[in-house]
């Protein structure tokens, strides 16, 4: 039998966006002790770079998982175009319907195509920081079909964001890992400055109110990755801890 790895292994996929009109270079994290013939639960990441690069997910989600604290799972880092990335993120951009369709119809199909990765509602999780979270509440509120789990770290939401959740009917499917500085009571935006720590509240609580199970969770903080970064192991542990179960497939 070939014997397993025990490091972390990363991939490079490209994938030629007929929507946005652009080569998106994914990154696909592989787990310590990764092997093929087995399931894995996923994690979706906006700003999946950032993710890499400044929240240093991977060497902290390897750490856990060496640790026996979460689950192997894999993780794909979705990068995005700083130009543009209002306008895929957030519900009122002009790219936002086109991200969407890029998500669910680009990248899905190329992850069950290429890595044992579970892709059902309950296998996967989608998430971001800022509009990143913001652009996987949507995703989730569109397409409970694919996501019902999100990660939400100092979501940047939006009235949009507000009159979509009470316009919807039971969000008793969804279930969001949310977090927020309370330092970021004036977040410098394009749109000027955002009192993040009481849109999250209320969101918090419209979330609540249409029966949705939230993870809510204020720390100390302002808007930076200092602040994620030591975020991520709870969140990780929220939806990866060790008492998930890992499937084998089918020989």
């Known amino acids: 039998m070939e014997q397993k790895q025990q490091k972390r292994i990363i991939k ?104 044992p990765i579970d892709l059902s509602p309950q296998g996967l999780v989608i ?16 397409y409970p079909q694919h996501f019902v789990k999100v990660l939400s770290q100092s979501g940047a939401f939006l009235e949009a964001t507000t009159e979509q959740i009470i316009q ?16 970021e009571t004036a977040v410098s935006t394009h749109m000027g400055s955002l009192d993040l720590v009481t849109r999250n509240r209320e969101i918090h609580r419209l979330l609540q109110e249409k029966h949705a199970h939230v993870h809510y969770r204020e720390k100390e903080g302002d808007h930076t990755w200092g602040l994620w970064q030591k975020d991520l192991p709870e969140a990780l542990t929220f939806f990866f801890g060790k008492d998930q179960p890992v499937n084998e497939l089918a020989r």
Not at 86 to 99: C, D, I, K
Not at 127 to 142: D, K
């Open 127 to 142: 998430g971001g920081s800022s509009l990143g979270g913001t652009a996987s509440l949507h995703l989730a509120l569109r």
């Open 168 to 183: 919807s009917p039971s969000l008793s499917y969804l279930t969001i890992y949310q977090s927020i500085g309370l330092s």
């Open 12 to 115: 490079r996929e490209s994938i030629q966006s007929q929507y946005l009109l652009e080569t998106k270079e994914i990154l696909i994290y592989l787990p310590p002790g990764y092997d093929e013939t087995v399931t894995y639960p996923g994690l979706i990441l906006h700003d999946g770079t950032d993710y890499f690069n400044l929240g240093r997910i991977a060497t902290q989600a390897s750490q856990m998982i060496i640790n026996g604290e979460i689950i192997p799972l894999i993780m794909v880092a979705v990068p995005v175009n700083k130009e543009v990335r209002t306008a895929e993120y957030s519900p009122l951009g002009h790219r936002n319907q086109e991200h969407q369709q890029f998500i669910v119809e680009e990248l899905l199909p190329l992850l069950k195509e290429r890595y």
